[in-house]
């Protein structure tokens, strides 16, 4: 069996509750968790890489690897159809996954098997037959060089008789099989493992909701195997004298070009706009679309995919404001039980509000632009986490602040 690796300490994981699955039509929740906040884990890198699909369980359901073996549940299973199917105790089942033998599965959910079955094969309606086996490249690379005639020519084989396939091992990547601890969502697991939520709810067969629960065994998603790497040709390099004209020689007869040393510095022309000082005192323009959310000063700035807000530091206990007339659409806490706000503006703009304390307002409330809605928390931790987003996408809040 394969153990996860050592838990890494979230500082600030912020992990959003059910209301916030309702804050737009959509056909999966957004996770708030402000993953960018005080260096945490970010899925963007994972986002853009190619993930390999789930492999293909037999008629049984289950997908075999050399240190475990999971089951796949079909519509309307419940443990007890899954163990029956599978040929294990469904007592044993149960207790070894956390959950009651007749309660239904979700389709494609997996099952943890507590010990081994009879392996996949074409008898059981798999293409192969056996565990799936790490491949290494290099060797099947190799192998078949080696296999291959010294001579040119025309090569015969023997098949396999009629109605006897000959089936081969399967190859991947031995996924790790992560255990779902307390306080734990598929938006933690996934930047824990670096890898999209969705992707781990579709190898999972985690519902529209991606809820989980504690004990159930998750497969995290491998990547797929990079292809070998192109190489671009270079150019031959050019002999000395070959490939470019000889330079006139100076000529009495004509005159010198003007010396650039000898004309006027150009003096430097002033930006347009300022370039923001980290640190600096917020001065909000007058006709700003938005209000500082608290009086104090930036001590970090917007960082796509590193901070999805900004950081504005503050006295403890200032009071912090809605940026602009909206409703309150979500109150949700973090994993440290820090509150957390969203507030809903026009033109499917949210504010989002983190690292506060004494909450003053409720969801559905509505509230005015520079109403207080929260206070700052005391000591070192007297700053806001302060976002805007325009639908699910974190964007730059300067331009609604200046």
Known sequence: ?????????????????SALVMLAACDQPIDFDLRGLNGGFSTADA????????????????????????????????????????????????????????????????????????????????????PIQPVDIASVAGGAIDRSPATPGVQTATLAPTGQPQAQAQVGKEPIRHQVERGESAFTIARLYNVPVKSLAEWNGL??????????????????????ARVVPQPAPTLPGAGSPTPTPP??????????????????????????????TTQPAANARMVMPVNGSIIR??????????????????????????????????????????????ENVLTVYANVADVTVAKGDAVTRGQQIAKLRSGDDAYVHFEVRKGFDSVDPAPFLN
Do not use: C, W
């Open 1 to 17: 069996m394969s153990f996860p690796p050592k838990r890494r300490a979230l500082r600030l994981s912020l992990i959003t509750g």
């Open 207 to 228: 519902g529209a909701d991606f809820a989980i629960r504690e004990g159930q065994f998750l497969l995290i998603p491998v990547p797929q195997q990079n292809p070998p």
């Open 251 to 280: 000529s009495a007869a004509k005159p010198l070009p003007a010396d650039a040393s000898a004309q006027p510095i150009a003096k430097p022309q002033t930006p347009a706009k300022p370039v923001a000082d980290v640190g600096k």
């Open 301 to 346: 700035e917007y960082s796509k995919g590193r901070n999805e807000g900004i950081n504005i530091k503050g006295a403890a206990g200032a009071p912090v404001k809605a940026a602009d007339t909206g409703t309150v659409a979500a109150i949700t806490k973090s994993a440290d039980g820090i509150p957390i706000i969203v507030v809903r503006h026009p």
């Open 47 to 130: 986002a853009t890489g190619a993930l390999a699909a789930r492999p293909v369980p037999d008629n049984r359901g289950v997908i075999s690897y050399p240190n475990y073996q999971v089951a796949v549940a079909r519509r309307g299973d419940t443990l007890s159809d899954v163990a029956a199917r599978v040929g294990i105790n469904a007592d044993q089942l149960a207790r070894y996954n956390g959950i009651e033998p007749g309660v239904p599965l979700r389709a494609d959910e997996i099952i943890a098997l507590p010990s081994r079955v009879a392996e996949p094969s074409p008898a059981t309606g798999a293409i192969t037959t056996g």
